[in-house]
């Protein structure tokens, strides 16, 4: 593995080779890695067993220091792989408190964010293609002019 990413790239057995996987990650890839396990009543609801994490969704830490508090998504940081949750802050040597990032593997889904905002978007962009599909297919008033010119006449010279 040479290069920073590759695409083709299977898998290895050697954990240096996934980390730089994982590290060198586009954005896009790495969301997909973000994806977080569904509480058992979500998973009969949604029909799916995991979800990509969204802020505002409410999750339930399963291990480490803060196991079994529960709080709303503040922030997902997908450069780092790092969730933070509401009211899980460490002190630090100053006195001020700041937010810990979790990781999303160790977290799992309690409540849904459904905001709408991808489904409106994407509903908004389906009307535009719709709509530029049919405009597309009516010829316009001067390519109709150009279909129907006089049709050529041979002249004889003689």
């Excluded at 792989?81 to 309690?110: A, F, H, M, Y």
Aim: charged content about 40%; proline content about 3%.
């Amino acid at each position: 593995m040479k290069k920073k990413f590759s695409t083709s790239w299977k898998a290895s057995k050697q954990p240096r080779k996934q980390r730089k996987y994982v590290a060198n990650a586009p954005i896009n890839t790495k969301r997909k890695l973000m994806r977080v396990n569904l509480s058992k009543e979500l998973r009969k609801s949604q029909g799916k067993r995991a979800v990509v994490l969204r802020k505002g969704d409410t999750v339930l830490i399963k291990r480490g220091k803060f196991r079994g508090k529960k709080g709303k998504v503040l922030s997902v940081k997908l450069k780092l792989s790092r969730v933070e949750v509401e009211g899980i802050q460490v002190k630090k040597q100053d006195g001020s408190k700041v937010n810990v990032g979790l990781k999303p593997w160790n977290l799992q889904i309690t409540v849904l964010n459904l905001e709408e905002r991808k489904k409106k978007s994407t509903a908004a962009m389906a009307k535009k293609t719709t709509e530029k599909k049919e405009t597309e297919n009516k010829p316009k008033k001067n390519e109709e002019s150009k279909n129907e010119t006089k049709p050529k006449v041979k002249e004889n010279a003689s």
